[in-house]
C-alpha cells in the first residue's frame, strides 16, 4: 500500500421515505498520500461530505455504504464492525466540523472536550493529555494557550472555538483529518487566521488532510489537489495549480468563471442615477433599555447616512455584528429606528413599518437570506407568489395566475414550479421565489440582506446576473448587504463599508484596489485570492489587526 | 434491520403512507362515530326498560351484553352511551381547541400586554383542579349536558391555549413572517394564512389527546355522579351505577370499561400512527 487512503469505486445509497432508493455516490475513486492536503469541492448536493464521511466508514442515518473498499491506514473502513471502527474514529482519523459552535458541549470546559479522545481511547494519562493539548492551542497560536481551556465555549469568539475543534481532532495524533467546511461560517479576516493556523499545524505534523469546501480560493491556499465532485462522481482530479490553471471539465471552468464577476455596465437609462430614491440622515438605532437622550442602550446603527439613487445600486459591506442586517431592517421599518430621518421617493417615512402606507410598504421591498425561513414552508409557490398581487393590487384569480407565470419566467424558473412547496426546491430556485415575491409588488426599491450567502458559488452568481438583467428591464434599484466583497463589486454603483455600526467608508467599485480607510483596506486585503500563494505571501499590519479584527 | 421493517410495514396512498396499527385504531373511532349516529335506530330495547327478571344478569340471546342492576338491556344502555360520551366530548373539545388554538395564535402573533394579560388569566384557569372546578360549577347550576360541554371547554382551553401559543412563537420569528408583516397583513391573514397551516398537524394532534383527557374527565364526573342525570347513562355513568356487579363479574360494570379504553386508546394510537406526508420529489 503506496497510499494512506485509497478510495476504489465507493458506492452510497439513500432510502427515501417512499421507499425508494437513490445513488448519491455513484463510484467515486481517490487517494490520499501521507501527509497531503487533498480538497473535495463541489456545489451542495454534490456529495462532498458524504464522500468525506464515509473515510471514517460513517453513513448518515438512512444512507448505506453499498459498494467499493475505503482503505485508510491499510483497514477497509467499509468492512470493520462498528466497534473496530469507533476504536480508528479520534486515533486515526479525526474530524473537525463546520460549526464548532454547534459541536462543543456548552456546559463543560473546552480543555474537558479537547482531552476527551484521549481518555475514551486511553491514550495516555489526562495529565500529560492537557500539556499536550496547550502544545496544540500554542501551535494554532490561540490567545493565552495555558487558561483558554478552562473556559466554557460561549466564552471564546467562533473563530477560535473553530480552532480548539481542530485541537480536539489533533490530540490523538490522526494520521488524516477530515475538515467539513471550517471556514464557511466565518468573518474573512477570522478565516485567514484559522487557514494559517491550520496550514502551519498540518504541515509540521505531516498530517495527511481532506478539506471539503465549496470556496475554491480557501481551498486554493490549503489544499495540495483538488477533487471536483458534481452528482456524485468525480469530474476531475488535480494539482491545485493544474485545476486552477488548466481545468479541463467544463463544471470546473464555471466555478472558476464564478470567481471573475463580470461588471456591470453603467446604465443607458437617461433618468437613472439623477433622482434620489432614498436618503438616510443620521440614522440610529440598537436594541436594550432606552436611555434618557432617547437612545438604546447597545447601538447596532450609529448615525448612518446614505443615499440610494435611482436605477443606482448600493452596497453594504461589512462583517457580521457590524449593524448591516440591522440597518436594512430599519429602513424597511421592521425595527424602528431610535433617531434619524428615512426619505424615501421624496416623501418622509414613518420608523415604523406598521405607520406607513401601504403604497409606501409595496415600493420598498426586503428579500431575506434564508430563503428556507422567508418562504411559508405550508403553503405552494403559486400561493406565496400571488399573496402580494391579490393584496397591493387586487388582482382576480385569472389576472394572479397569469401574472404568477410572468413572474416565474422573469425569475428564470420553469411555471410547473408553481405547484411545488419551498421543501420541494433547490437553494437557489427557492432564492429565485423569494425574489419573485418581492417583484410581485411592482416595488421601486429591493432591499437585498445577504440573499447569496447561502447559496453556492455558481449559483449566487447565476443569481446575481438575475438581478442585473432584471434592472435593466425595470428599472430597479437595490441596497445590497453582503459580507462578500465579490458579490458586491459586481453589481453595485456606491460601496458603503460597515464597521461596528457606524459608517467609515464609501467608495465606487473600480477604487476598491485603493480603499482609503484601514479598516477598509484589512477588509479588503483579507478576501482569497485565486492565487495559492496568496495566504503565504500575505502580510499584514499587526497593529490593524488588533485594532479592527475582533476575533 | 428495524430501517427495514418500518419501510416495509408502511403502505402509500395518496401521497402518504399509514401503518395498520393507525389503521385499526381509526376504525375502531369510526364504529364508535357510526354507533353514536345511529344508536337510536339500532337499540334492541329503550333504555329505561326493565326487560330482565334478574339484576346483573349475564349475555345470553337476546340479551347480548345482559342486563344492568335494575334488569335494563346493558347493549342498548351502552350503545346510547356512546352517543353521549362522544357527542359530549367532541362538542366540548371542539370549543375548547377552536377558542384555545385561536387566542393563543392571537397572543403569539400580537405579544405586548394582551399577551401578558391572556396568559396570566389562562395560567390562573389551569391552576384550578379540574376535577373541583366540574364540581363547583355542577354543584352551583346544576348539571345539563350544555352545562357539562361549557364546563368540559373551559376547563381544558388553557391547555389547548398554551399548546398553541408556544407553537405559534416558534413561527412567528420566522422569516416570512417577517414579510408578511411588512406587506401590512392584518393580524387575522397572519394567523389564518401564515401560522395555522404551520401548527395544524401538532394541533389536531393535540384535538386528539385532549378529546381523550375529558372523555376521561367526563366518565370521572358521571361516575361521581355529577355528569348525565338518570336514565340518560354515559360510559362513566354506566360504571357507576354497576359498580355493584363487580363481585359478580357482570357484564354490565366491564363492558362500559372496554367501551371507555377501546376509544381512548384507540385515538391515542390513531395520533401516534398519523398517516405521514411521502416528501419524496419524485415518487
Known sequence: ?551 | MTMARAVSSRRSLLGHSYNLVGVVASLVILAWTLVAIFAPYVIPHPIGDIVDDDYFGPMRQGLWLGSDYLGRDMLSRVLMGARYTVGISLAAVSIACFSGVVLGMIAAVTGGWLDTCLSRFLDAMNSIPSKLFGLVVVAAVGSSIPVLILTLAVIYIPGAYRFARALAVNINTMDFMTVARVRGESTVYLIGSEILPNIIRPVLADFGLRFVFIVLLLSGLSFLGLGLQPPLADWGALVRENIGGLPFAAPAVIVPSLAIASLTISVNLLIDNLPQKIRDRDA
Open chain 1, 1 to 551: 500500500m503506496t497510499n494512506l487512503v485509497e478510495v476504489r469505486n465507493l458506492k452510497i445509497e439513500a432510502t427515501t421515505d417512499a421507499g425508494r432508493v437513490v445513488d448519491i455516490i455513484k463510484g467515486v475513486s481517490l487517494d490520499i498520500a501521507d501527509g497531503e492536503i487533498v480538497a473535495l469541492i463541489g456545489e451542495s448536493g454534490s456529495g462532498k461530505t458524504t464522500v468525506a464521511l464515509s473515510l471514517m466508514g460513517y453513513a448518515r442515518p438512512g444512507c448505506r455504504i453499498t459498494g467499493g473498499e475505503i482503505n485508510v491506514n491499510g483497514k477497509d473502513m467499509a468492512a470493520l464492525s462498528e466497534k473496530e471502527r469507533a476504536r480508528l474514529r479520534g486515533t486515526d482519523i479525526a474530524y473537525v466540523p463546520q460549526s464548532a459552535a454547534a459541536s462543543f458541549n456548552p456546559s463543560s470546559t473546552i480543555m474537558e472536550q479537547v482531552i476527551e479522545v484521549t481518555r475514551i481511547h486511553k491514550l495516555m494519562p489526562p495529565e500529560q493529555a492537557r500539556r499536550r493539548a496547550v502544545e496544540l492551542f500554542r501551535a494554532l497560536s490561540l490567545p493565552d494557550p495555558d487558561g483558554i481551556g478552562a473556559r466554557y465555549p460561549h466564552q471564546v469568539s467562533g473563530g477560535q472555538l473553530q480552532r480548539l475543534g481542530a485541537a480536539m481532532a489533533l490530540i490523538g495524533d490522526p494520521k488524516l483529518v477530515i475538515f467539513d467546511e471550517p471556514t464557511t461560517a466565518l468573518d474573512v479576516t477570522t478565516q485567514i487566521d484559522v487557514l494559517k493556523a491550520f496550514k502551519s499545524v498540518m504541515r509540521a505534523g505531516g498530517i495527511a488532510g481532506v478539506y471539503v469546501s465549496h470556496d475554491l480560493a480557501v481551498v486554493a491556499q490549503i489544499a495540495d489537489r483538488i477533487v471536483v465532485l458534481k452528482g456524485g462522481e468525480v469530474q476531475e482530479t488535480g494539482t491545485t495549480g493544474e485545476i486552477l490553471s488548466t481545468a479541463q471539465h467544463p463544471y470546473t471552468r464555471e466555478l472558476l468563471a464564478a470567481f471573475e464577476p463580470k461588471r456591470r455596465q453603467a446604465l443607458a437609462d437617461a433618468d437613472a442615477g439623477k433622482k434620489e430614491l432614498l436618503r438616510i440622515d443620521n440614522l440610529t438605532a440598537g436594541y436594550g433599555p432606552v436611555r434618557d437622550d432617547g437612545l438604546p442602550l447597545v447601538r447596532a446603527v450609529d448615525s448612518v447616512s446614505l443615499v440610494v439613487e435611482k436605477g443606482r445600486n448600493l452596497g453594504v459591506i461589512g462583517e457580521s455584528g457590524c449593524g448591516k442586517s440591522t440597518l436594512a431592517r430599519v429602513i424597511a421599518g421592521i425595527h424602528p429606528a431610535a433617531a434619524g430621518e428615512i426619505v424615501f421617493d421624496g416623501k418622509e417615512l414613518e420608523r415604523a413599518a406598521r405607520k406607513r402606507g401601504q403604497d409606501q410598504l409595496r415600493e420598498m421591498q426586503i428579500v431575506f437570506q434564508y430563503a428556507d425561513t422567508a418562504l411559508n414552508p405550508a403553503k405552494p409557490v403559486e400561493d406565496i407568489i400571488s399573496r402580494p398581487l391579490a393584496f397591493y393590487h387586487g388582482l382576480d384569480r385569472q389576472a394572479r395566475s397569469k401574472r404568477v407565470d410572468e413572474l416565474l419566467d422573469m425569475v428564470r424558473l420553469p411555471r410547473a414550479l408553481r405547484y411545488r412547496h419551498p421543501s420541494e426546491l433547490s437553494g437557489g430556485q427557492k432564492q429565485r421565489v423569494n425574489f419573485a415575491r418581492a417583484l410581485a409588488a411592482d416595488p421601486k426599491l429591493i432591499i437585498c440582506d445577504e440573499i447569496t450567502s447561502a447559496l453556492d458559488t455558481v449559483v449566487a452568481s447565476a443569481v446575481i446576473e438575475l438581478l442585473k438583467e432584471l434592472q435593466r428591464e425595470l428599472g430597479l434599484s437595490y441596497i445590497f448587504i453582503s459580507h462578500d466583497l465579490s458579490v458586491v463589486e459586481a453589481i453595485c454603483d456606491q460601496i458603503m463599508v460597515m464597521y461596528n455600526g457606524e459608517r467609515v467608508e464609501q467608495i465606487t467599485p473600480d477604487k476598491v484596489k485603493t480603499p482609503a480607510h484601514p479598516y477598509s483596506k484589512l477588509l479588503f486585503s483579507s478576501v482569497p485570492k485565486l492565487d495559492p500563494t496568496w495566504l503565504d505571501g500575505l502580510v499584514r499590519d499587526p497593529a490593524l489587526v488588533s485594532q479592527y479584527g475582533h476575533r
